[in-house]
């Protein structure tokens, strides 16, 4: 016994027979069903807890990222305007901002609001007049042209329009649709309306409904002659490189264009829009993460009943010489193993999840018959999922930190079983 009791203090950390003792605990008897249900339960909580932590975060970046490249993409990062004095001198203005370090693109643009109407439908759009050369740099829209081109914009009288406008209009490309703009000529009576036709040369469809609903693109000089701008802009809007570095951009651009012109930017004009997406992300993973929390409680209860289900072993066990840590140990791998081994398989299934995920929405869509993730609420016409490593990292680092955790308590009552009281009514 002294001699069984020396080895058992020499044992290392780990060793062999701790990691086939937790494994014969994993795989209960017959009459030991229940314990094994509870890990099964357990298991299946961590998998899909995990699971749905990455799929929805997935998506939440998805949807965010999306947003931004479709707002970003069509809107400039800079906004450089004129408070009180027309904006005449744009052209000397966007050569100067042309040669800025870390600019893309400087766009002059009109903007009004007019309502669009067919034979048989009106609507309301947002009218934007932009050059040819600009229209074409923008690759939300020049690069998702549906039916004809920007070739010769700026010589036709012709409007690009979305496809969403296009529908709900009943025309196609080609057809004639007719602008009406509530600031016309001012005569004796008042302001008459300004009523004129264009026709369709662009069909495009940029993936966000919002703008493929509302938006109609005409050439700058056509749109500074029907709403009577003269030689003027409203505004010039500044693409740069790295988004993220707008103020360093916005200092830049402001020593170059002097005075008499004020800037704003992307994250001025749609700061609530982020910040409400971010606050909505954050609350999304403490809310998802209780899952995670409360399959790791299941892990609690489970091993507290498998540790009293196998007090008379533990006994044996350390009458033979194995040590309190040596215990301790078997039941940490018994519960953590469950932690682990669900954190991966979640891990596993939320990707693949999320690499399947427009499928996925469709065949459900297909299934149920109903309408997954309408463009017209949601903005965008699909499912985004883009899946963030360190993100996605740091969900699989707190799984199986909470699961290693949870085992702890138990494995501590296993170590602290004392073997006489044990076999006392064996």
């Known amino acids: 016994m002294v001699h069984s009791l020396k080895k058992g203090r020499d044992t290392p950390p780990f060793a062999p027979f701790e990691w086939i003792l937790a494994g014969r605990y994993l795989r209960a008897r017959r009459e030991e069903g229940f314990i094994s249900l509870i890990a099964a339960f357990s298991f299946l909580g961590i998998m899909l807890g995990v699971a749905t932590l990455i799929i929805v975060m997935a998506v939440m970046n998805g949807f ?73 740099a923008l690759p939300l829209i020049s690069g998702h042209v549906l039916q004809g081109s920007f070739d010769n914009f700026d010589s036709a009288r012709t409007i690009a329009i979305g496809t969403r406008m296009a529908q709900s209009l009943g025309v196609g490309f080609g057809d004639s649709i007719t602008l009406v703009s509530p600031r016309g000529a001012t005569t004796p009576f008042g302001t008459a309306p300004r009523t004129r036709s264009y026709k369709v040369s662009v069909i495009f469809e940029m993936g966000m409904a919002e703008y493929d609903r509302t938006m109609i693109f005409m050439p700058l000089r056509e749109a500074q002659r029907y709403f009577s701008r003269g030689g003027v802009v409203d505004v010039m809007e500044v693409v740069v490189d790295n988004p993220q570095n707008v103020e360093v951009m916005k200092a830049r651009i402001h020593k170059v264009i002097g005075k008499g012109l004020q800037l704003t930017d992307w994250r001025q ?9 971010d ?20 892990i609690v209860s489970g091993m507290t009943m498998l540790v009293k289900d196998k007090s008379r072993d533990i006994a044996i066990l350390r009458t033979m010489g194995a040590t309190r840590s040596s215990m301790m140990r078997v039941f940490l791998i018994t519960g953590a193993s469950i932690g682990i081994v669900g954190t991966i398989a979640g891990l596993i299934l939320g990707v693949i999840f999320c690499w399947n995920i427009e499928e996925i929405r469709l065949f459900v869509a297909w299934a149920t018959g109903t309408v997954i993730f309408d463009p017209s609420i949601y903005y965008l016409n699909k499912l985004p999922a883009e899946i963030d490593p360190q993100e996605t990292a740091g969900i699989v680092a707190l799984a ?25 009514y064996e």
């Open 269 to 277: 004009r749609n700061e609530t829009f982020f910040t409400v997406l």
């Open 64 to 136: 965010r990222n999306d947003l931004f490249k479709k707002i970003l993409g069509l809107n400039g990062h800079v906004i450089v305007h004129k408070i009180g004095l027309p904006f005449d001198d744009y052209t000397q203005v966007s050569k100067k901002i042309a040669r800025v370090p870390g600019v893309k693109l400087a766009i002059p643009l009109i903007e009004g609001q007019v309502m669009v109407s067919t034979a048989t439908q009106a609507t309301g759009a947002l009218v934007r007049g932009v050059s040819e050369a600009s229209i074409k």
């Open 400 to 424: 199986m930190v909470l699961s290693v955790l949870a085992t702890l308590y138990p494995s501590w009552r296993a170590a602290a079983l004392d073997p006489v009281e044990a076999l006392r």
């Open 279 to 298: 606050v909505e992300r954050n609350v999304m993973f403490i809310i998802l993460s209780l899952i995670i929390l409360v399959a790791a409680l299941n």
